[in-house]
């Protein structure tokens, strides 16, 4: 099963997601730093502050369910 995603202006295709007990949904967002740290934030508007107060050491971030905490960007990894 494939997924289509929106992130900001481009589109993703993630292919062989696994399925899950629920509906994952994108309400939730990820960073990850330069460093390997990860912050998750379960509303966006808490990730987009982040965000933007230290955008400089972030190296990816991604859209993430706000009931699971599954990352996108996670699930491209694992393929």
Do not use: L
Not at 35 to 44: D, E
């Amino acid at each position: 099963m494939c997924d289509i995603i929106k992130i900001g202006e481009g589109t993703t295709i993630i292919c062989g997601r696994q399925p899950h007990d629920h509906n994952c949904d994108e309400k939730a967002s990820v960073y990850e730093t330069n460093n390997g740290q990860r912050f998750y934030f379960r509303q966006g508007n808490e990730g987009d502050k982040w965000y933007r107060d230290n955008y400089k050491i972030v190296r990816m971030g991604s859209v993430a369910c706000s009931v699971c905490g599954g990352a996108m960007i996670d699930n491209a990894w694992k393929m």
